[in-house]
Nanobody, 121 residues
Framework: LVQLVESGGGSVQSGGSLRLSCAASGVTVRNYCMGWFRQAPGKEREGVAAIDRDGNTRYADSVKGRFTISRDNAKNTLYLQMGSLKPEDTAMYYC???????????????WGQGTQVTVSS
């Protein structure tokens, strides 16, 4: 059974920082392509950042230079360090895993339940 459990969301002011975590079980994060996605009300789910099994990373243009994806293989956990947060970053953030190198394509097989991030101006 694959489980992806996100945590670390919350409410912050514009310019603040948050670190999201995704604890994985049933998949080994170092062997999968792992991604972070977000979905705001009324909008489609969009890819934010991804890392493949070789450590290659991809970022949405809107978060480049502000967000960093990483993983801790020993803890089997994926992270998203978010800085310089803006109100437009407000969304539900989801962790995803797939054997295929999908990067920012929202067609991953496995998804977490999400964690809410709210940025106020």
């Amino acid at each position: 059974l694959v489980q992806l459990v996100e945590s670390g969301g919350g409410s912050v002011q514009s310019g603040g920082s948050l670190r999201l975590s995704c604890a994985a079980s049933g998949v080994t994060v170092r062997n999968y392509c792992m991604g972070w996605f977000r979905q705001a009300p009324g909008k489609e789910r969009e890819g934010v950042a991804a890392i493949d099994r070789d450590g290659n990373t991809r970022y949405a243009d809107s978060v480049k230079g502000r967000f960093t994806i990483s993983r801790d293989n020993a803890k089997n956990t994926l992270y998203l360090q978010m800085g310089s947060l803006k109100p437009e970053d407000t969304a539900m953030y989801y962790c995803a895993a797939d054997w295929r190198p999908l990067f920012l394509s929202p067609t991953y097989n496995y998804w977490g339940q999400g964690t809410q991030v709210t940025v106020s101006s």
